[in-house]
């Protein structure tokens, strides 16, 4: 059974940083790729990073290069975001999701999602 838990999500001052986790499960996660999303009130979900199944290529969102890391360890079967200098537009839900050989880093493009960890920055 297909499973993508969020981890990480906290309230946070402006400046601060988060670390999200993806913890997976029922997949081999070698053979995937993994983005995170988010989506703020009102929005609709937006791509943030993405890593292809051997990190040598990563996506990331114009509005959170140079901030966010995006890394993967498949021997634990896990994702994470690094996030640093948050800002209150940051404050999202935050998804991870897994795809086999996706074109773009957006959710269209993306099959099988977790259930979503709140960040919140505060100013």
């Known amino acids: 059974q297909w499973q993508l838990v969020e981890s990480g999500g906290d309230l946070v001052q402006t400046g601060g940083s988060l670390r999200l986790t993806c913890a997976t499960s029922?997949?081999?996660?070698?053979?995937?790729?993994i983005g995170w999303f988010r989506q703020a009130p009102g929005k609709e979900r937006e791509g943030v990073s993405c890593i292809n199944t051997s990190q040598h290529s990563t996506n990331y969102a114009d509005s959170v290069r140079g901030r966010f890391t995006i890394s993967r360890d498949n021997a634990k079967n896990t994702v994470y975001l690094q996030m640093n200098s948050l800002k209150p537009e940051d404050t999202a839900v935050y998804y991870c999701?897994?795809?086999?050989?996706?074109?773009?880093?957006?959710?269209?493009?993306?099959?099988?999602w977790g259930q979503g960890t709140q960040v919140t920055v505060s100013s």
């Open positions: 029922g997949f081999n996660l070698d053979t995937y790729a």
């Open positions: 999701a897994a795809a086999f050989w996706p074109k773009l880093c957006v959710p269209d493009e993306y099959d099988y």
